[in-house]
């Protein structure tokens, strides 16, 4: 493989890895925390799918790196200028509206994005995209009934949720930019060009926010923030420092 394709690939291996990896452990701190008992295994549940495609994306950017690193060692011996996820995943969980309207908005994404690299030629790619849009399919019906049931409930739910909504809109642009990367394996046959995304995530989006009786924000989402070159929020940084302290207290561990 080209030395500039590989560069590329592995680059968009760890975006597609961190953005899991981050939002499975979002999702998991909601575990004993849920409203309700089946919601509480419902978000433990899409914590742990999330993970472990963020463990086979991780894996595979390693192997492709020449397994330099272990999807361990990227996981919790980075530090958070080194994380490609956007910002959107990292915001913390705040109420359950809001959790709900960050979630929605990822699965949207999701969907659409593994829809496309399940027909990569890379044929490691698309066999972990085509599971994963199979669990991304589940993670979207539940996060939009969520959506419809706040945002069209209750006086006090529909409050929450749209507040919730106007809130996180900024961070959605950093879903939405085109990377270097993405055109580089995209020139090269590996991936499918993905130019119509962003249009599809939007129409898509903005049904799921009528139906839940919400308003679209005015601006079709924000800028990129640059979290794929590394600038992230203050929540990141807060974030590692839990997720990481067993692994770097215990370095040499063996499970």
């Known amino acids: 493989m080209d030395e500039n394709i590989k560069t590329a690939l592995v680059d968009f291996l760890l975006r597609l890895g961190d953005d899991r990896l981050i939002l499975g452990h979002r999702l998991s701190e909601w575990c004993g925390h849920g409203p309700v008992l ?38 919790y011996f980075r530090e958070a200028m080194q994380f490609r996820n956007v910002q959107l995943v ?13 979630q929605y908005f990822f699965d949207t994404y999701n ?5 496309e690299l399940q027909e990569s030629s890379h044929r490691q790619l698309a066999g972990i995209s085509a599971k ?30 749209q507040s919730a909504v106007d809130e996180l809109w900024r961070y959605t642009g950093d879903l939405l930019a085109s990377a270097r990367a993405e055109q580089t394996l995209a020139g090269a046959g590996i991936i499918p060009r993905l130019d119509h995304l962003g249009q599809n995530w939007l129409e898509m989006t903005s049904e799921g926010l009528r139906t839940a009786t919400l308003t679209l924000p005015k601006s079709a989402g924000s800028p990129a923030s640059g979290s794929r070159h590394g600038a992230h929020s203050e929540h990141l940084g807060h974030l590692l420092a839990e997720m990481q302290i067993v692994a770097r207290s215990f370095p040499d561990a063996k499970w």
Not at 38 to 63: K, P, W
Not at 111 to 115: A, D, I, M, T
């Open 132 to 161: 994963g849009c199979t669990e991304a399919a589940y993670h979207l019906r539940h996060s939009r009934d969520w959506l419809v049931r706040l945002g069209d409930g209750t006086e006090e739910s529909h409050r929450r949720t």
């Open 38 to 75: 089946e919601e509480d295994i419902a978000l433990a549940n899409i914590s742990l799918d999330l993970i472990g495609q963020a463990a086979a994306f991780l894996h595979l950017a390693c192997e492709t790196d020449g397994n330099r690193r272990s999807e361990d060692e990227l996981a």
């Open 111 to 115: 969907v659409l994005l593994l829809s």
């Open 90 to 102: 990292e915001q913390p969980n705040g109420d359950f509206a809001r959790t709900i309207v960050r």
